[in-house]
């Protein structure tokens, strides 16, 4: 490193690699938002191998202690670690994650895909083959006959907010710029890729000193048009039934406080998507709990019947609209409050574009002192206790069983847990499940990824979540199909020393899908784990599968939990544990042992027109009633 003068412009230069300039750039990167201030890019993960450990690596250790590094086993997992530290930081923080080429560049694509998908930042730095071209081809090199300046890096095009690839050491500037601008824009952020080939990044050039002068990204807090604003205000007061859906962008906002203040002004219910859940405290009394096809019966049945339904950042995806079957009011009108024009004129509603907080402000301030009506407000809380019956009976404490059901797993820890504890989960019967059942006591105490529902996802995010919010209890819950997705970061929990409390929940096999299969016709075909018989169907005794010793081989304390007595005493060790702790428990599989209520409303997996066996035919019968109910909202 050096530092001079430029000849005759007085500027002054510092003599790095762009590696070397990319990770000083970074380091003095920040976030501003309501005059707080937090660094942009505060940790880079890493797994090194031949095109990034002499470039970014040796970047790395030059840097010492302005820019942390964080080893992983898994580049699919560093992503998601990043993602989790990102959304636990209300989207103001998030890091890096640098991979070799080939495939641990390849590696990157899930974790990208997931990071769009949820509106979540997070900075990809995947090593490219040479720029010069040397050698070609290198050692995993994807070979395009027709295309010379294809990589692999570029399968994260379309899951990238921002694809750059920095081919010149003079490009960076520009490419870092545009970066840091797309990750900290509330509209536009997501995943961002800068691939650099191997051999740019180890060269030197003299950098404006400029360049690394601290620089502060501010969040604006997008304002609404008068105009829209006033739609806004007509159609609340107007409504008899409104519904307000809260999504992901309540949280990202920071707008619970606001939203609690319009609920209890206008009385309007709250109903919740899997992002939004927490948006409201669980006994507020507007929360009516989550909404569409793993949502309660109480929010579900407003939906049927609500003349007016006010989606706060929300991207109205299928399982909310219940595939579109679930708003049946004939005259049933949207409000849709998005920072992006794209989310707000979904369901052809009237678009409020502007952030969430600011919007239910200016809406508060225009709807003034309007409610609902009594008998409306009566309706709903008096429904809401009903269906927290069905909570109490399903979380109910059978001990004669010969294992725990779902329900009761997660009514033990409901029993057990404060505001302080966040519970993570993403993929399986989990998420739906705890959508119905789960008792939010905190605006972020609910972490279900339902964007992706990326399997092997809540492990990682685990450990992201732990470090933007240390000292606070962390519960990955899992099913053992996705713990053998991506059991890997364990080993970085123990070598961290973070106290991780994982639920594995053994059920041999994907019961989720398991069950969904079952109801389109599928018989379960190919969805449990056990031997395959001499039919050459997977019908066979239970695969000898021991998840517990895995996950100790690992480094875990690994608590075996056999009867609902002994698991209320592991969950309770394990939450007061000073290292990683994992609560193994095999779940009672029976669906008429659940307890967990049905499906409130429809979700569209298609079913086979044309089948000779009688469990697709039927299910296409009942695929083809519920096809009938589907609307257009124009």
């Avoid at 966040?422 to 499940?433: E, H, R």
Wanted: aromatic share 6%; net charge negative; glycine share 8%.
């Amino acid at each position: 490193m050096s530092t001079s003068t430029g000849t005759g412009t007085g500027t002054s230069t510092r003599r790095l690699t762009v590696a070397q300039a990319l990770i000083t750039f970074l380091s003095r990167q920040y976030t501003e938002r309501d005059g707080h201030r937090q660094r942009l890019i505060n940790a880079t993960w890493g797994i090194f191998g031949h095109g990034n450990v002499a470039g970014i690596g040796q970047a790395l250790v030059e840097s010492g202690s302005d820019m942390r590094y964080l080893q992983g086993r898994n580049e699919q997992a560093m992503v998601h670690a990043a993602v989790g530290y990102a959304r636990q930081s209300n989207r103001l923080s998030t890091h890096a994650v640098t991979s070799s080429i080939g495939p641990g560049a390849t590696n990157l694509v899930t974790g990208a895909a997931l990071a769009t998908i949820n509106r979540l930042p997070v900075l990809l730095l995947p090593g490219d083959i040479f720029a010069t071209r040397p050698a070609d081809p290198v050692l995993q090199q994807l070979e395009v006959p027709s295309a010379g300046d294809v990589s692999v890096n570029d399968a994260l095009r379309p899951v990238s907010r921002y694809f750059d690839r920095v081919t010149r050491p003079e490009a960076l500037i520009p490419a870092a710029l545009a970066a840091m601008r797309v990750l900290s824009d509330p509209a536009e952020t997501g995943a961002v890729t800068l691939a650099l080939p191997q051999d740019v990044q180890t060269e030197a050039f003299d950098w404006p000193e400029e360049f690394f002068a601290e620089r502060v990204w501010r969040i604006r807090r997008q304002t609404p048009d008068p105009y829209e604003l006033a739609e806004a205000v007509r159609l609340v007061r107007e409504a008899r039934r409104p519904l307000l859906v809260a999504g992901g962008g309540v949280h990202h906002s920071a707008a619970e406080d606001v939203l609690a203040a319009f609920a209890e002004t206008t009385g309007i219910p709250v109903a919740s998507t899997q992002a939004g859940k927490g948006s409201l405290p669980h006994d507020h009394p507007c929360d009516v709990g989550g909404i569409g096809h793993t949502g309660t019966a109480t929010a579900d049945e407003l939906a049927r019947t609500a003349d007016l339904v006010i989606g706060v950042g929300t991207r109205w995806s299928d399982f909310s609209t219940a595939s579109a079957t679930l708003f049946t009011h004939p005259s049933v009108h949207f409000l849709n409050i998005n920072i992006t024009g794209f989310d707000a004129h979904k369901l052809a509603a009237d678009p409020l574009v502007a952030d969430a907080r600011t919007a239910l402000e200016g809406l508060a301030a225009g709807v003034g002192d309007h409610r609902v009506a009594a008998a409306y407000a009566t309706e709903y809380r008096d429904d809401k206790e009903r269906w927290e019956d069905r909570v109490e009976a399903a979380f109910g404490t059978d001990e004669e069983l010969l294992h725990p059901t779902q329900a009761q797993v997660l009514g033990v820890l409901d029993a057990l847990v404060t505001d302080e504890d966040i519970v993570i989960n993403a993929a399986g019967s989990l998420p739906g499940d705890l959508h119905k059942l789960w008792r939010t006591r905190s605006r972020d105490q609910y972490h279900v990824e339902y964007g992706y529902s990326c399997m092997g996802y809540e492990i990682p995010a685990a450990i992201g979540v732990m470090l933007a919010a240390p000292g606070r209890p962390v519960w990955a819950l899992v099913g053992d199909g996705t713990y053998l997705m991506n059991p890997t970061e364990i080993v970085t929990a123990v070598q961290e020393r973070l106290p991780l409390k994982i639920v594995l929940l053994q059920n041999h096999g994907y019961a989720s899908i398991g069950g969904l299969s079952a109801s389109v016709g599928s018989e379960g075909f190919g969805t449990a784990y056990r031997f395959r018989a001499d039919d050459g169907t997977y019908t066979g005794a239970p695969l000898p599968v021991d998840l517990a010793a895995n996950a100790a081989s690992l480094g875990m304390r690994v608590i075996r939990a056999k009867t609902f007595r002994d698991l209320k005493e592991a969950c309770a060790q394990a939450r007061s544990a000073e290292g990683p702790t994992c609560v193994y428990v095999e779940t009672e599989t029976a669906a008429t042992m659940s307890g967990i209520p049905p499906a409130q409303a429809w979700w569209d997996v298609p079913v086979a027109e044309i089948a000779t066996r009688t469990p697709a035919v039927k299910a296409r019968e009942e695929y083809e009633r519920h096809v009938r109910a589907r609307r257009r909202h124009l």
